[in-house]
């Protein structure tokens, strides 16, 4: 995953543009959604299905799936039109689900996932690293991609939004400015837990569902120790970039971290 925050490509130049401008359109909730759950007719489409692979079996260490080169190159053509590819020879082991997260989100390998899995992999799946697709665009992008193609594959909407959310969360980043991997596993787990039960009881659009998972970056962001012992290495809490403070807790806020409607769920 691209890590660049709520920023984007804005991170590595504050200067030229407006983050408050930036955290606003990314929560703009009204968007209507763009995926291939709702716009079919978008492109939607893999080249070839099912998913061919070559029967060398790959073992990485410290992954508990087996990975298979995929045995001709597969591209996806998404909602918005655009094609993504998953070279020959790409390693995928069918999951693309974060490890930390297989207890939350259930087991992470179905043949509706295959697709989806081998082209996510591509662009960010461990023992790619030098493919020509590695890291090939935005990771935001690339986790879309990945429910579009879940969604492709056959994977009811709950499902692939869970999931989407799954790689949103704990998945990979790329040109990271905000030390998001230094979030505790544990505060990972319980994001990951309150967003399971809000895509089950407020049934979000993907705008909706984006702008909840932002609210839960910031917050996350905030758990991380300040680096107080040398300064020279600080860097500024999300909400130093706002007039106020961000309040990460509003209980009548529906897109709030701890959403109401999750009751102790959220807690766990």
Not at 34 to 53: I, M, N
Not at 71 to 80: I, K, L, W, Y
Request: proline share 9%.
């Amino acid at each position: 995953m691209l890590r660049f925050g709520i920023f984007g490509a804005c991170a590595l130049a504050l200067s030229a543009c407006d983050p408050i401008a930036v955290l606003q359109k990314a929560q703009n909730t009204d968007l209507p959604e763009v995926s291939c759950f709702t716009r079919p007719e978008g492109g939607c489409s893999f080249d070839q299905d099912p998913l061919r692979v070559e029967p060398k079996p790959v073992t990485i260490q410290r992954r508990p799936y087996k990975f298979f080169p995929t045995a001709a190159t597969m591209n996806f053509v998404d909602s918005q039109g655009r094609n993504w590819v998953a070279p020959r020879g790409t390693l995928t082991d069918g999951a693309s689900i974060p490890e930390i997260f297989t207890t939350i989100v259930g087991k992470p390998t179905s043949p509706e996932y295959v697709n989806a899995a081998a082209v996510h992999d591509a662009y960010c799946g461990i023992g790619n690293e030098a493919g020509t697709r590695w890291h090939d665009g935005r990771w935001e992008d690339v986790h879309r991609m990945f429910y579009d193609g879940l969604i492709v594959g056959g994977t009811p909407e709950f499902r692939a939004k869970l999931m989407y959310a799954a790689v949103w969360l704990g998945g990979p980043r790329w040109e990271i400015t905000n030390r998001w991997d230094e979030v505790d596993t544990a505060e990972l787990q319980t994001a990951m837990r309150a967003t399971k039960s809000y895509i089950s009881t407020s049934k979000p659009t993907l705008p909706q569902l984006d702008a909840y998972l932002r609210k839960w970056e910031f917050h996350l962001l905030t758990t991380i120790p300040r680096l107080e012992d040398n300064p020279s290495e600080a860097v500024e809490e999300p909400h130093d970039y706002f007039e106020e403070p961000y309040e990460p807790y509003d209980p009548y806020d529906p897109y709030d971290p701890v959403d109401p409607g999750c009751g102790t769920a959220c807690q766990i």
